[in-house]
């Protein structure tokens, strides 16, 4: 069980782990051990998603999940098959938990008196210095 939230609650059925072998450096055992965790969840067919949170999962991380609905995670930081999993896990939580609750709605503001005198003011500074500017007459 992968627990994410009071509501959501991911059975381990509905994940799927695979091991592969692991790129990069690795001594004599490269060539022999799948460390690398590759970890498969359907979001669309989850039971466990809310359909508002499948929706913000879906708007923010849609261009991670396949045609069919899975999303792909992999980790391969670690050694240890075991610590790769449990990062695989850790990530997919992490992503869940950025869209478990709805965005608070922005509430409008005004600028406040003391603002708008301030922007008056400089406005009106620029503007007298711009006004100086011009072409110098030779009526003297």
């Given at each position: 069980?992968?627990?994410?939230?009071?509501?959501?609650?991911?059975?381990?059925?509905?994940?799927?782990?695979?091991?592969?072998?692991?790129?990069?450096?690795?001594?004599?055992?490269?060539?022999?051990?799948s460390s690398k965790a590759?970890?498969?969840?359907?979001?669309?067919?989850?039971?466990?998603?809310?359909?508002?949170?499948?929706?913000?999962?879906?708007?923010?991380?849609?261009?991670?999940?396949?045609?069919?609905?899975?999303?792909?995670?992999?980790?391969?930081?670690?050694?240890?098959?075991?610590?790769?999993?449990?990062?695989?896990?850790?990530?997919?939580?992490?992503?869940?938990?950025?869209?478990?609750?709805?965005?608070?709605?922005?509430?409008?503001?005004?600028?406040?008196?003391?603002?708008?005198?301030?922007?008056?003011?400089?406005?009106?500074?620029?503007?007298?210095?711009?006004?100086?500017?011009?072409?110098?007459?030779?009526e003297d």
């Amino acid at each position: 069980m992968l627990f994410v939230t009071d509501f959501i609650i991911i059975p381990p059925d509905e994940i799927d782990f695979t091991y592969v072998r692991s790129s990069g450096p690795g001594g004599q055992a490269v060539n022999k051990v799948s460390s690398k965790a590759r970890l498969r969840w359907n979001v669309f067919q989850s039971r466990a998603l809310p359909f508002s949170v499948r929706q913000r999962f879906l708007d923010r991380f849609g261009n991670r999940v396949t045609l069919q609905g899975d999303l792909l995670l992999t980790s391969d930081q670690h050694r240890d098959r075991m610590m790769n999993r449990d990062e695989c896990l850790d990530k997919l939580k992490e992503m869940l938990l950025e869209v478990a609750y709805p965005p608070k709605p922005r509430r409008k503001t005004k600028p406040t008196k003391g603002s708008r005198e301030r922007t008056k003011v400089g406005k009106k500074h620029q503007g007298e210095k711009k006004k100086f500017r011009g072409k110098v007459s030779r009526e003297d």
